[in-house]
Nanobody, 116 residues
Framework: QVHLVESGGGLVQAGGSLRLSCAAS????????MGWYRQAPGKQRELVVM???????NYADSVKGRFIISRDNARNSVYLQMNSLKPEDTAVYYC??????????WGQGTQVTVSS
């Protein structure tokens, strides 16, 4: 069974930085697309950024220039460096993995809180 395990959330002041990590375990195949979604209270889950195994990225406009995604294909892991954080970035961040017909799944979520 595949598990996506996130770490790195927490509380930070506006303007600060956090780094999220997500590692996939229990798999023997490569996950083509990995990345992050977030869900704020009372709002729908939204894309933050995804990255393919080839390095192609898709960032939400709201985080472009502030967040940087990277991945380690050998470890099926993905990382999110979040800089210049704003209170509106406060949300539960979910790791997402998409291996087409083989697998699609979510991590358990990690809370990111940005105080003003």
């Amino acid at each position: 069974q595949v598990h996506l395990v996130e770490s790195g959330g927490g509380l930070v002041q506006a303007g600060g930085s956090l780094r999220l990590s997500c590692a996939a375990s229990g798999i023997i195949f490569s996950i083509n697309a990995m990345g992050w979604y977030r869900q704020a209270p009372g709002k729908q889950r939204e894309l933050v950024v995804m990255i393919t195994s080839g390095g192609d990225t898709n960032y939400a406009d709201s985080v472009k220039g502030r967040f940087i995604i990277s991945r380690d294909n050998a470890r099926n892991s993905v990382y999110l460096q979040m800089n210049s954080l704003k209170p509106e970035d406060t949300a539960v961040y979910y790791c997402h993995g998409d291996a087409g017909s083989l697998y699609k799944g979510w991590g358990q979520g990690t809370q990111v809180t940005v105080s003003s």
